[in-house]
């Protein structure tokens, strides 16, 4: 089993994450951020990654630090749990439907973090949570796990719809790249014989 711990404790948040890679989906996530919580049970639950995430984060500043380190602890975690990388699927991609809304991701489990975003929202929040930080959520994570990830809007109107289609798809794509192939026999998918780099 492909799987991670990460403590991650600054003056700002004190974080727990577990991750099962080849887990069922099933997940135990308490941010203090209802939505954000919402969102990353979304991707548990849609990737069939196993994710515990417990935050106590400084939200009588404000949601960015715990938004941020939720994102890098997650992705550390993930990181973690893929090892050398070998056998993995390394690409994924999905286009994510929810109701009026198309969002497109795609994304390669290179060792080489870039992130393009190209996505928005036309209201400031979304429950208590600050829809600018969303954006940096999936940089934060991208840069943590070491992936080239392309998230785009294609269209849509309802914010929450627009989110919810965005962190699907995001996890299909993940589900895809983290999976192992077994027509690769174990090996690293890369020419060079290593991801990263």
């Given at each position: 089993?492909?799987?991670?711990?990460?403590?991650?404790?600054?003056?700002?948040?004190?974080?727990?994450?577990?991750?099962?890679?080849?887990?069922?989906g099933?997940?135990?996530?308490?941010?203090?951020?209802?939505?954000?919580?919402?969102?990353?049970?979304?991707?548990?639950?849609?990737?069939?990654?196993?994710?515990?995430?417990?935050?106590?984060?400084?939200?009588?500043?404000?949601?960015?630090?715990?938004?941020?380190?939720?994102?890098?602890?997650?992705?550390?975690?993930?990181?973690?749990?893929?090892?050398?990388?070998?056998?993995?699927?390394?690409?994924?991609?999905?286009?994510?439907?929810?109701?009026?809304?198309?969002?497109?991701?795609?994304?390669?489990?290179?060792?080489?973090?870039?992130?393009?975003?190209?996505?928005?929202?036309?209201?400031?929040?979304?429950?208590?949570?600050?829809?600018?930080?969303?954006?940096?959520?999936?940089?934060?994570?991208?840069?943590?796990?070491g992936?080239?990830?392309?998230?785009?809007?294609?269209?849509?109107?309802?914010?929450?719809?627009?989110?919810?289609?965005?962190?699907?798809?995001?996890?299909?794509?993940?589900?895809?790249?983290?999976?192992?192939?077994?027509?690769?026999?174990?090996?690293?998918?890369?020419?060079?014989?290593?991801?990263?780099?």
């Amino acid at each position: 089993m492909r799987t991670a711990r990460i403590e991650r404790k600054t003056s700002e948040t004190a974080i727990l994450v577990e991750v099962n890679l080849d887990g069922t989906g099933a997940y135990d996530v308490s941010t203090g951020i209802g939505f954000l919580d919402h969102m990353v049970e979304q991707f548990s639950r849609h990737s069939l990654i196993d994710i515990t995430l417990k935050v106590d984060g400084d939200l009588h500043v404000d949601q960015h630090h715990t938004t941020e380190d939720s994102a890098i602890a997650l992705g550390q975690a993930i990181s973690e749990a893929l090892g050398d990388k070998a056998g993995i699927g390394r690409y994924g991609s999905a286009y994510s439907p929810m109701d009026e809304t198309l969002a497109r991701v795609a994304l390669d489990i290179s060792g080489r973090p870039y992130f393009v975003w190209n996505a928005g929202f036309t209201q400031e929040r979304l429950g208590e949570m600050d829809t600018e930080l969303f954006e940096h959520w999936f940089a934060s994570m991208a840069q943590a796990v070491g992936i080239t990830l392309h998230i785009e809007l294609l269209y849509g109107s309802n914010n929450h719809h627009i989110c919810e289609g965005i962190y699907k798809g995001f996890a299909r794509a993940m589900r895809q790249a983290v999976e192992i192939d077994p027509r690769k026999g174990g090996a690293v998918p890369s020419t060079k014989g290593q991801l990263g780099g």
